[in-house]
């Protein structure tokens, strides 16, 4: 059975760090894509970040240059760090490898 268990969220207020992490078992990943979706409250889930087998990224804007996505093909894990946070960063994240899905972490960015 395949699980990716997600860890790591909380709450933390703007201008805080938050790091991510999402552990998979059932399957390796190491030769497919991983990732982070996020769905705020009374949005429409959006990809956050993306990691290739390769290590190529792909970013949303609104995160670019505060969050860094990164992968432990060893420890069949991807990591979200996450700096410079905003209240609009506040959201359930998701991450994802091929096409398997955790089941949420919370994150709460406020003073």
């Known amino acids: 059975q395949v699980q990716l268990v997600e860890s790591g969220g909380g709450l933390v207020q703007p201008g805080g760090s938050l790091r991510l992490s999402c552990a998979t078992s059932?399957?390796?990943?190491?030769?497919?894509?991983m990732g982070w979706y996020r769905q705020g409250p009374g949005k429409q889930r959006e990809l956050v970040a993306a990691?290739?087998?390769?290590?190529?990224?792909n970013y949303a804007d609104s995160v670019k240059g505060r969050f860094a996505i990164s992968r432990d093909n060893a420890k069949n894990t991807v990591n979200l760090q996450m700096n410079s946070l905003k209240p609009e960063d506040t959201a359930v994240y998701y991450c994802?490898?091929?096409?398997?899905w955790g089941q949420g972490t919370q994150v709460t960015v406020s003073s």
């Open positions: 059932g399957r390796i990943f190491r030769l497919y894509e």
């Open positions: 990691i290739t087998s390769g290590g190529s990224t």
């Open positions: 994802y490898a091929d096409v398997f």
